[in-house]
């Protein structure tokens, strides 16, 4: 009795700090995130708390979707209720009673093969040995985000959207419009409402060598003859076969 006593408190602090966007769950923490920031999740004292431990080095530049939705009363009252932890957060005007709604933008990682090139590659060696010697790494694949009208009749203007690494691994969305970049935004950590969370799935190459192959949403299961978790087993069979 007690176990499910315990898991239903779970579920529902868990509930609590989670809400739908365009059908897909997202989290509400206090932590600053960004876009493709690697690091720890876990969910302590009913907060979602991200520890970043790693930014990629972005060669090149990487496509996102993004998206226009109107704001709700949910999502309100929760990003309010962020504010006391930090007083910098941007305020968003929001009356339920008018007809016209503030609206939120999500972007979101479209270009995982892009992505996991980036990580795999030379540059990003210090990333991968962090994943490699971890294994319970997530990284942030998608973003609600509180813009101004300005910048989302921005980004209305562009037609393909990336994100890019401007200077010290300082991430940027580049908007793009007709293959010619017209503008770039900045995503602002007191502007950011919720995250979506990816999990990693490994291969190894025929020297026994292991690499990213793919990113997954944080509870969904490795495809093909990708997994969750670098197996020793495995890699041992890889070594004996070289």
């Known amino acids: 009795m007690l ?8 579920l529902i602090c868990t509930a609590c700090q989670t809400t739908k966007i365009k059908n897909e769950d997202y989290k509400f923490s206090t932590s600053v995130v960004e876009l493709g920031s690697i690091g720890d ?3 302590t004292y009913n907060q979602n708390i991200f520890e ?14 993004i998206g226009v939705v109107p704001y709700n009363k949910r999502l309100n009252k929760i990003y309010k209720s962020k504010a006391k932890y930090n007083q910098n957060q941007t305020k968003v005007a929001f009356i339920d009673s ?4 503030p609206e939120l933008v999500t972007i979101k990682i479209l270009d995982v093969a892009g992505l996991v ?6 540059y990003n060696n210090e990333v991968l040995n962090l994943l490699v010697n971890t294994q319970t790494s997530k990284i942030i694949s998608s973003l609600a985000v509180s813009l101004s009208t ?7 203007q562009a037609d393909a959207y990336y994100l890019t690494n401007n200077q010290n691994k300082k991430y940027a969305i580049a908007l793009f419009k007709s293959g010619k970049k017209v503008d770039t935004i900045d995503i602002n950590p007191e502007t950011i409402v919720a995250y979506r969370l990816s999990s ?5 190459s025929e020297r026994g060598k292991w690499y990213v192959a793919d990113l997954v949403n ?12 670098i197996t020793q087993k495995k890699k041992n069979k890889s070594l004996f076969d070289m």
């Open 3 to 10: 176990k499910k006593i315990v898991a239903l408190a779970v």
């Open 41 to 43: 999740s876990k969910l």
């Open 52 to 65: 970043t431990k790693a930014l990629p080095n972005l060669q090149n530049n990487i496509r996102v979707e």
């Open 98 to 101: 008018l007809p016209i709604k």
């Open 117 to 122: 090139h980036e990580i795999n590659s030379d």
């Open 150 to 156: 300005n910048e989302i009749a921005k980004i209305r």
């Open 200 to 204: 990693f799935c490994w291969a190894a």
């Open 218 to 229: 944080e509870n969904s299961n490795c495809k093909g003859i990708t997994e969750k978790r």
